[in-house]
């Protein structure tokens, strides 16, 4: 039994309930790993309040960003070890997986291997504001070296990871800000 946050209605941080749950053994495809931190995000509060991108299936698990160690491996997953130190990026569905938990199944397929001298807390909380400014600079705009952006909440997280990516390619980022 590990200790999961979970919730059982639509609503604030107060619906969040820390339960007792078997987290069993990792189907195919999947890791299972001890959770050394989570990264919080704007998605899951939205999740947990119902007005998320996919509707909230009750009761539900929260989470996207975690960093852990692989404790096992389910059949079909290749190129991680036991032991090893790994981040878990936003790639999945909070009705199937969440790392709001001490120990977690997730999709190998949203699993990195966590680089040397990057630890547990940055390891969980980098993910999302890099992949959210990265598909929308580089996978849809197609940004490149000279182009100019402007780069609105650029005191944000999302903002400032814009910034650097922008920067990154050689573009011109135009920041703004409400204050």
């Known amino acids: 039994m590990t200790h999961v946050v979970r919730f059982h209605q639509i609503g604030g941080p107060e619906v969040l309930q820390i339960e007792e ?4 053994a990792p189907g195919s495809g999947e890791l299972r790993i001890r959770v050394e931190a989570i990264g919080l995000n704007r998605a ?6 119902g007005v998320y991108l996919e509707p909230t299936q009750l009761p ?10 692989v404790e096992a491996l389910g059949s079909g997953v290749h190129g991680f070890e036991v032991g090893e130190a790994v981040s878990v990026i936003p790639a999945f569905s909070m009705n199937k997986f969440g790392v709001y938990a001490e120990q977690a199944i997730v999709p190998a397929t949203g699993v990195l291997k966590r680089p040397a001298g990057v630890g547990a807390v940055k390891g ?11 598909g929308a600079l580089i996978e849809i705009a197609q940004l490149k070296r000279g182009d100019a952006v402007i780069i609105t909440a650029a005191s944000s997280s999302v903002g ?3 910034i650097q990516i922008a920067n990154s390619v050689g573009a011109i980022p135009i920041a703004t800000t409400r204050t």
Do not use: D, K, N, P
């Open 60 to 69: 539900a698990r929260l989470g996207y960003e975690a960093s852990g160690i």
């Open 160 to 162: 400032l990871a814009a």
């Open 44 to 49: 899951e509060a939205m999740f947990r309040s």
């Open 21 to 24: 749950l078997e987290v069993g």
């Open 124 to 134: 969980a909380a980098i993910w999302m504001q890099y992949l959210t400014a990265y």
